[in-house]
């Protein structure tokens, strides 16, 4: 079975540092997602990172995947306000199904 | 907006009753799934549904069913609802753009059984 472990889970930082958010998984997957979630609010795809050594970036945010350790990050540079979110990462199985991870809560502070 | 939507927004019942929820597709979009996102069990994936079909199980419980119609869109029947079963629930749809798969998804329903 397919396990999705991100960490950390609560992340708080100051406005204009950087920091990772990792997503570790427990079986092969050729496909890894990102989403962002707002309070209350539905979730919004970031990133589709299919093969190892993948690289996407889209502003302050950059994800990455390691097919082979099975890892993920999502990298924020220089965060900002705006980024506070809740950020899962999500696997696909193999079947058409996802398995999220349980989310890494971002607080950035000025 | 993602373009999928979900009806209601909001809904309160109690234990013991059923409920249907709605989910309407993006245009064009074959695929709909349902999730429940609840504090203790995070995002969960409960069924898949492709043009019709069902297509994928997850952690669906038997009191839980669902269907896609001939217009594409899908709804989930929860009975005999427990106080566990409240949560948000979430459809989403995807598409398939140069081999990769994207869902999309709907701004929820959030359940409170009471």
């Known amino acids: 079975e397919l396990k999705v472990e991100q960490n950390p889970l609560f992340l708080s930082m100051q406005e204009g540092k950087n920091y990772t958010i990792y997503c570790n998984y427990s079986?092969?997957?050729?496909?890894l997602y990102w989403y962002r979630q707002d309070p209350g609010k539905s979730l919004e795809s970031l990133f589709v990172?299919?093969?190892?050594?993948a690289v996407k970036q889209e502003g302050r945010l950059m994800a990455s995947l390691d097919t082979k350790a099975r890892l993920s990050t999502l990298h924020i540079t220089a965060a900002v306000h705006d980024l506070s979110a809740t950020y899962f990462c999500a696997v696909d199985d193999g079947s058409e199904k996802l398995v999220f991870g349980k989310g890494t809560k971002l607080t950035v502070n000025p | 907006d993602s373009g999928v939507t979900q009806t209601p927004k909001h809904l309160i019942t109690a234990t013991g009753q059923r409920v249907t929820l709605r989910c309407s597709p993006r245009s064009g979009d074959l695929s709909v799934y349902w999730y429940q996102q609840s504090l203790d069990q995070g995002l969960q994936f409960l069924i898949q549904y492709y043009n019709g079909e069902e297509r994928a199980k997850g952690n669906i419980l038997e009191r839980f069913s669902a269907q896609q119609f001939p217009d594409l869109h899908s709804e989930l029947n929860l009975s005999s609802l427990e106080l566990g079963d409240s949560a948000l629930y979430f459809c989403?749809?995807?598409?398939?753009?140069?081999?990769?798969?994207?869902?999309?998804f709907g701004p929820g329903t959030r359940l409170l059984v009471l």
């Open positions: 079986t092969t997957s050729d496909r």
């Open positions: 990172l299919l093969s190892n050594g």
């Open positions: 989403a749809s995807s598409v398939v753009l140069a081999g990769v798969e994207t869902q999309y």
